[in-house]
């Protein structure tokens, strides 16, 4: 793409990578893939090495990254939404949080800068796994029959008004919001990488053309490096506390 | 068993370099459109048996062309990484909840259990220091209150002791005014007695002279005691 003599590459050559292996196949991996395996491997080897260690008083190093993920998870997360019943989905919201947090943060490091969920894989992935476990826990805790009910017609509302809130709520519990959730992750992420891309592309350009003109996109591009790990951090927490929200909205239908 | 944590961290570290050689930056795909149509031009030449004319006109083959403007989604997911990622994401979950979330969870519980032993154990010493304190206080009190009844007791010995003493010295210093005054009135009476006796010689003497005559000594004697009662009881 030619815009006022800047070459911008088009958008497939931004998030489109080509296989690496298995080229053809359904199993094809490429640079995605191999960020998804790097945030597995990452997760686990922080954990894994954090639960090696003997406690100390005063934790450091890994120990420090993997017990502050963990009291953020449970304290900003599980108790402000579920409660202490929440406590059970621990495990699979550091998971989540932990995974999403390294497949982002890809983005800005140097070599990579690439965020695997500007790709609509995972998050429409994990966001059809909350909503299956969102409305199994919604069964499991009251019944298919107050489920429903509670989540079709809430209390507190006035009967007349059901007639426009139960279709919304319909729509919204059982269809969008698995997409809601999913979306807003993968947009954020692609609007990150769009942004830095643009920056970085401007600040070439001019620095071939004329150098002291490119200092003002380059500060803008640092600008937006920091700007982009503070996003990546906090769609990690927005997708994690949305499905704390949910599945304790299944659980505590009253609240 | 020191080297496996920092093993395990070279793990993410070797990932890292894995991604970065593989696939850079730089390495982006995506089919330049003018590829894809040289491509696909190429493929409808090689089919028109190298007729470029025939090919060029053809408009199944110009339609071929066209579709290598449209973009690919970015939204629809890729089933490979579909696959990858929701394999990656279940791999990850299942190490977690049976390794990794057990054990910084036990490592977090046994620091708080520790940190509330050593709570626990800082009260009980609080407590006990409180309890010495407190022993201790009510021994000094005691030991204040004892030594104040002993100096009160002292006192009250003193003062006890004061007045003997002062009674003690009135008594004696009576004795002695009383001593004195007997041992001056018997002075006193001797020296009367002495000074009568004397004077009534000197007057005996002075008389026998004077008067050169001979009189009882005796009747002398009763006249001037007499003569000396008189004038006593004259003088008061």
Redesign the interface.
Known sequence: MNVLALDF????????????L?DG?????????????????????????????????V?AG??HI??SG??FVEQSIVMETIGPEGRKF???L???F??ILFSNI?EV?P????P?NS????P???AL?VWVIYNFVGIRSQGLGGYLKNSLFPPGVPKALYLIVTPIELVSTFVVRPFSLA?RL?ANM?AGHLLLVTFAVLTAALWGAMPPTAIAPFAMLILMTGFEILVSVLQAFIFTILTAVYIGGSMHPAH | MHNRPIRLLAAPLLSLVVLVALAGPASASGESVGGCMAERFAEAVEAAHGDIEHAAHDEAVQKQLEKCFEAPSPILPETNEIIWGGGAFLVLFVLMVKKGYPAVQGAMEARADRIRADLDEADQAKLDAQSVKSDYEARLGDARTEASRMIDEARGDAEKVRADLIARAEADAAGIRERAAAESEAAKAQAIADLRSEVAAIALGAAERVVQSSLDADVHGNLIDAYIDEVAGANG
């Open positions: 590459p088009p958008v497939s050559h931004l998030f489109e990578w080509p296989a690496i298995f196949t359904i199993y094809a991996v490429n640079k995605t893939v191999l960020i998804y395996l790097f945030a597995v491997v990452a997760t686990a080897a922080i954990f894994l090495a954090a639960g090696r260690r003997s406690a100390p008083l934790p890994v120990q993997a017990e963990v009291t621990m495990p699979f550091t998971t989540m932990f995974f890809t490091i070599g990579i800068q690439f695997a790709r609509m894989a995972v429409i992935t994990l796994v979306i993968w692609v």
